[in-house]
C-alpha cells in the first residue's frame, strides 16, 4: 500500500504538471491548414509567389496558392509590419537547387539579405525578402520541398514547443537531428515543420506574417471549447464564411506563443488536404 507522503508527492507533481503543461500528453495532431499574410495588393502578391516560389492557384477565393496541402493567403493591409522580430519571424521554402534558385532572385529583383551558405550537417540556406516584408528562408532540403517550415520567435522556446503539443499535437524531434522542431504530419496533408529562434517577439497581428492557420479535424466549436479548457485564450469565436467559389467555412482566432495570432478552421465536405 502506498504511504500518505507519497500519495500526496504523486498529486502534488500532478498538479504542478497540469498548471505548467510539462507533464501534459500531447494532444491530438491537428493538420496544418494556411498562413495569412498582410499585403497591399492580394492579386499583386500572389503573382509575386507564384512566380518566385511555385505553387498551385484554387478557386475557392481570389489570389490563394496551394503549396502541397497549405493555403498561402493574403490579407488586404497596405500597413503591415516586417515579420522579422515578431511572434512568426519567417517562412520557409525548399527548393531542388538553391544556388540556381538564387541566380533566378538576383535576376529578377528579388530582395536577398544573406546570401546562399552551406551549413555542414543541415542544408544550404539563404534569406530573402518579399517587397512587403516578409522574410523567407530559402533551404535545400531534398526531404520536403516547396512550402517547408514556419519559425515562431519566443522569449523561451521550450515553452512555445511545449504549448504547441499540449494544444496541437504534432511530433517533438530535429530538423535534421540539428533543430529543434515539431513537426505536423496528418494524412493526407503535407508536412509542415515549426521552429523557434530565441528572443523577445512582438504580437503577430499587423505584421506581414499575420496569422497561421490549422485545421479543425471536428466541429469548430468543440476544437475551440477543448482549447479554452486548457487555458488557452480564445479572441475571435468561431463564425461562418461562405467562400466564393467554394464551400463554407468555420474560422476562430486564439493566441499563441508569444502573441502569435492562430486561426483554426474547419473545412466542411473537403477531404484531408483539400
Same mark, same amino acid.
Given at each position: 500500500?502506498?504511504?500518505?507522503?507519497?500519495?500526496?508527492? %504523486?498529486?502534488?507533481?500532478?498538479? @504542478? *504538471?497540469?498548471?505548467?503543461? =510539462?507533464? &501534459?500528453? !500531447?494532444?491530438?495532431?491537428?493538420?496544418?491548414?494556411?498562413?495569412?499574410?498582410?499585403?497591399?495588393?492580394?492579386?499583386?502578391?500572389?503573382?509575386?509567389?507564384?512566380?518566385?516560389?511555385?505553387?498551385?492557384?484554387?478557386?475557392?477565393?481570389?489570389?490563394?496558392?496551394m503549396y502541397g496541402s497549405t493555403r498561402f493567403m493574403f490579407l488586404k493591409n497596405a500597413n503591415g509590419k516586417p515579420s522579422a522580430g515578431s511572434?512568426?519571424?519567417?517562412?520557409?521554402?525548399?527548393?531542388?537547387?538553391?544556388?540556381?534558385?538564387?541566380?533566378?532572385?538576383?535576376?529578377?529583383?528579388?530582395?536577398?539579405?544573406?546570401?546562399?551558405?552551406?551549413?555542414?550537417?543541415?542544408?544550404?540556406? %539563404?534569406?530573402?525578402?518579399?517587397? @512587403? *516584408?516578409?522574410?523567407?528562408? =530559402?533551404? &535545400?532540403? !531534398?526531404?520536403?520541398?516547396?512550402?517547408?517550415?514556419?519559425?515562431?520567435?519566443?522569449?523561451?522556446?521550450?515553452?512555445?514547443?511545449?504549448?504547441?503539443?499540449?494544444?496541437?499535437?504534432?511530433?517533438?524531434?530535429?530538423?535534421?537531428?540539428?533543430?529543434?522542431?515539431?513537426?505536423?504530419?496528418?494524412?493526407?496533408?503535407?508536412?509542415?515543420?515549426?521552429?523557434?529562434?530565441?528572443?523577445?517577439?512582438?504580437?503577430?497581428?499587423?505584421?506581414?506574417i499575420d496569422h497561421i492557420g490549422w485545421r479543425s479535424t471536428g466541429p469548430l466549436a468543440g476544437t475551440i471549447d477543448g482549447l479554452r479548457s486548457?487555458?488557452?485564450?480564445?479572441?475571435?469565436?468561431?463564425r461562418d464564411m461562405k467562400l466564393p467559389n467554394g464551400p463554407p467555412i468555420s474560422f476562430a482566432y486564439v493566441a499563441g506563443p508569444a502573441a502569435?495570432?492562430?486561426?483554426?478552421?474547419?473545412?466542411?465536405?473537403?477531404?484531408?488536404?483539400?
Amino acid at each position: 500500500m502506498r504511504s500518505a507522503r507519497s500519495v500526496v508527492v %504523486a498529486l502534488t507533481l500532478l498538479s @504542478w *504538471g497540469a498548471a505548467t503543461g =510539462v507533464a &501534459q500528453a !500531447p494532444a491530438p495532431t491537428l493538420p496544418y491548414d494556411h498562413i495569412h499574410l498582410n499585403v497591399p495588393d492580394p492579386a499583386v502578391a500572389a503573382t509575386w509567389y507564384e512566380s518566385n516560389f511555385g505553387g498551385r492557384r484554387i478557386t475557392e477565393a481570389p489570389d490563394r496558392l496551394m503549396y502541397g496541402s497549405t493555403r498561402f493567403m493574403f490579407l488586404k493591409n497596405a500597413n503591415g509590419k516586417p515579420s522579422a522580430g515578431s511572434a512568426i519571424d519567417h517562412v520557409g521554402f525548399s527548393v531542388a537547387d538553391l544556388d540556381a534558385t538564387m541566380k533566378k532572385f538576383e535576376a529578377s529583383g528579388v530582395k536577398v539579405t544573406t546570401p546562399a551558405r552551406d551549413v555542414p550537417g543541415l542544408f544550404k540556406l %539563404a534569406f530573402v525578402e518579399d517587397p @512587403w *516584408g516578409t522574410r523567407i528562408e =530559402v533551404v &535545400q532540403d !531534398p526531404e520536403l520541398l516547396g512550402l517547408h517550415h514556419i519559425h515562431l520567435r519566443n522569449p523561451n522556446p521550450e515553452e512555445a514547443f511545449t504549448w504547441l503539443l499540449a494544444k496541437f499535437g504534432g511530433q517533438r524531434t530535429q530538423l535534421k537531428g540539428r533543430i529543434d522542431a515539431v513537426k505536423y504530419s496528418a494524412a493526407g496533408f503535407s508536412d509542415m515543420w515549426i521552429l523557434v529562434t530565441k528572443g523577445e517577439a512582438e504580437p503577430s497581428i499587423g505584421h506581414a506574417i499575420d496569422h497561421i492557420g490549422w485545421r479543425s479535424t471536428g466541429p469548430l466549436a468543440g476544437t475551440i471549447d477543448g482549447l479554452r479548457s486548457k487555458g488557452v485564450e480564445v479572441t475571435s469565436e468561431p463564425r461562418d464564411m461562405k467562400l466564393p467559389n467554394g464551400p463554407p467555412i468555420s474560422f476562430a482566432y486564439v493566441a499563441g506563443p508569444a502573441a502569435a495570432r492562430i486561426e483554426l478552421v474547419e473545412r466542411p465536405g473537403l477531404a484531408p488536404g483539400k
